[in-house]
């Protein structure tokens, strides 16, 4: 019974006549100081403690906050309920898989009922502790900051907030002060419409891609047509939107990604009077007359305080990704460049953020030849984080955990391309396309089944590689990285359904790299996104809420770790020690 089966980076303890002797309910315990030692040497290598005994929690709580050892336990399981749930519910509450959970217990009931309920788990019996330090799965990694322990008390604490405070998107935007006004189309606008209409894609309802000279012949031709500037507490949003109608109906209807979830559209759509509208494809937001915008231009003005405004004048930010986080440019305020996926001239989304792209450099030598495909076009095979002048780079790898790979059969160049879970090289998904492909003719795919061949998503130890090079590659400046929601959503499409514990995989891979580097930092959206109210339309949009969270959590890591220089020559020389140590203690294992 006594196996640890992989590496360990949660231990859950039970209590009675296993972490102390005795029984807490009935006679009395004789506190175990050697168990507590271990509890505080784990954290410090990054293996955090919780606990799962039948006792009552507010007892248990009261005697091990005498003992100086509460606050060293994240997401305790403290009741009467059986221990195979409880359990359970520790290790998806906190993101984890069961293989790299320990848990300790003196009754042989409890560690079966436990193994059976989470696959994959180790379970053991006491007689392991006083050798658990010295076991080569619980060697974890220096966090003498306590950094993963933090972490965790602060998802712990969103859970908690989750049940007190369970603010919903519609209450987020009545306390932002949303404005929105409509302006004529003229000469210091037009340039901002083009882009508009050649760009957005998420919130465009007719996605028809006019050229400059066909845009300004349908406002010769219009009814009825302008942008809308939008702005709220938090700054101003600028030209988000353009609409145009044509014989009572709706030729041009669409929104910047930096509006998502404002409920902007429905808003605009019930100021024209719900002309006629037919919406092309898939869109982020529906259209719905009920839709409650009481929210937007309130007579009251809530203006932002100087210490919620998150300006970093000196600083230079680049964020990749997906087009969803142009909504943390309007929160960070400072000097923002930006490389998003674009939609191209055939409507099809072009993404070229996936890690095993980003970190090609050879890719762009045979950009002519992938251009070629439609799939790519449009694409310059340039990358911002090689070509242009930045201190922090934010980079959302999500593509990597939605994303299908190819391999060009002749260049060895290797692609990402719409969903995983689908493979576009077999010719019996041809038959009937999504919506988002449906401009792709049956050549063109014929052709592409010919030329490439289907890698599928991405391991965890490529995925692991390709983050590693991107932080060793600038190793002088800031990388921030985002994780994924794990949040198991109950209205997804058939393809997203089960989508959480694929970003429990390679979440897993962010959080054990956080630490090893002195230039990157970790935005964990795990301790935002708390339920549905978190999300908009899949498991990788957010409610408006989320992202100005993501973008406070970005402004205190720039400025803890570039304008305060946490990191001391000192503090690198001792991180560099550490590392040197740990290797050795590894070779000799």
Known sequence: MNEIKNKIKLVIWDLDETYWKGTLSEEGVEYNWMNHDVVKELNKRGIVNSICSKNDFQEVQHYLKDKGIWEDFVFPEISWNPKGVAVKSIVSDMGLRPDNVLFIDDNLGNLNEVKYTNDGISVCEPSIIPELLNHKYAQGKDDTALTRLKQYKVL???????????????????ESNVRVRIHDIDERNIERVVELVERTNQLNYTKLRHSKSEILEVL???????????ADKYGDYGISGFFCVVESK?????FSCRTMNMGVENWLYKQLGYPKLDVIGSVASQLDKSYDTSYINQKFVNKLSKNEQFISKNLKYLIIGGCDLEQLVHYLHGNVDTQFNFVNYRNISVHAEHSSMLNNKNLKKFQEQLKTYPILDGFDFTYKHRTTDWNVLIYSPLNDFSRGLYRHLKTGQVIAFDNFNIDWT?????KELPLHL?????????RFSRDFEYIGPIGERDFEANIRALVKEFKGKQIILLT?????????????????ERHSLLNVVLTDLEGEYDNLSLVDVRQFCLNDNSHSDNIRHYSKSVYLDIAKDIANKTELKIKSGVFSSADKLRRRVLKKIKKIIERIC
Do not use: P, Q
Request: charged residues 35%; proline residues 0%.
């Open 156 to 174: 712990e604490r969103k859970r908690s907030i989750k049940f007190d405070r369970n603010l919903s998107n519609l209450e987020f935007l009545y």
């Open 426 to 430: 077999d010719r019996k998904n041809h």
């Open 250 to 254: 709706l030729v041009h209807f669409l």
């Open 484 to 500: 994924g929601s794990e949040v198991k959503l109950t209205n997804v499409s058939s393809w997203e359904s089960g989508m959480e």
């Open 220 to 230: 010769e031709r219009a009814e009825r047509c302008g942008v809308i500037s939008v």
């Open 438 to 446: 449906s401009s792709l003719t049956l050549e063109e795919l014929d």
